[in-house]
């Protein structure tokens, strides 16, 4: 089974705070991505990486950033959360066209 | 814009019933469509896929039509059960070789009435 881990599953930021959310795969998967779920909105990309170090921006990319410094870990970054920022993320890693994805992490920006 | 569109936000089936679930895309490089599964608090699960060198793919309840011409797909689930109650997502593809994204619907609420 894949196994899609995000460490926070619920935090609580206040505005101007910088935010980590880490997502760890245990599969080797070269991609990984980085998702927000909003009501009536669906899922809408923020970042998505091909191989370690490598990056490309998806639909919303603005007031993130990423990293991925190893094939197994990919970090969302927010620089200066702000409150239109609270959603449920969803990292998620990818073989052969399938998604999989982790649990999700809750973010409320107060 | 949105190039994969769920134009049903919810759905309510009575359980034992036929559930229809649709989704319309605009963008006709698209050649691999997925529906995913999601319950409230949890990440979607995978549920089913379709190529588009293909018109019908199959898995229990499952069924997933996909009709090119009209650039519609729709998700059968028969007989729906209680557990179906979901919001589920469809999403598309262009083949890039490995470096596929996917692009998603806004979800459909689907409650199935015991």
């Known amino acids: 089974d894949v196994k899609v881990t995000q460490s926070s599953r619920y935090l609580v930021k206040r505005t101007g705070e910088k935010v980590f959310l880490e997502c760890v795969q245990d599969?080797?998967?070269?991609?990984m991505f980085w998702y927000r779920q909003d009501p009536g909105l669906g899922l809408r990309l923020i970042y998505f990486?091909?191989?370690?170090?490598?990056?490309e921006k998806g639909d919303i990319p603005e007031g993130y950033s990423v990293s991925r410094e190893k094939k197994e870990r990919f970090s969302l970054i927010l620089e200066s959360a702000s409150t239109n920022q609270t959603s449920m993320y969803l990292c998620?890693?990818?073989?052969?066209?399938?998604?999989?994805f982790g649990e999700g992490s809750w973010l409320t920006v107060v | 814009d949105q190039q994969v569109k769920q134009n049903s936000p919810s759905l309510s089936v009575q359980e034992g019933r036929i559930s229809i679930l649709n989704c319309d895309y605009t963008?006709?490089?698209?050649?691999?469509f997925l529906w995913y599964k999601k319950y409230p608090a949890e990440g979607p699960t995978f549920l089913i896929s379709?190529?588009?060198?293909?018109d019908k793919n199959e898995d229990g309840r499952f069924t997933v039509f996909l009709n090119k011409s009209a650039k519609h797909l729709s998700l059968h689930i028969v007989p729906s059960q209680p557990g179906d109650s979901a919001v589920y997502f469809c999403a598309a593809s262009v083949n890039n070789f490995g470096n596929e994204k996917l692009t998603f619907g806004t979800g459909t609420r689907l409650t199935i009435i015991p």
């Open positions: 990486s091909y191989d370690v170090k490598m990056k």
């Open positions: 379709i190529s588009s060198i293909k």
């Open positions: 963008n006709s490089m698209f050649d691999y």
């Open positions: 998620a890693s990818s073989y052969l066209n399938t998604i999989y």
């Open positions: 599969m080797d998967h070269e991609n």
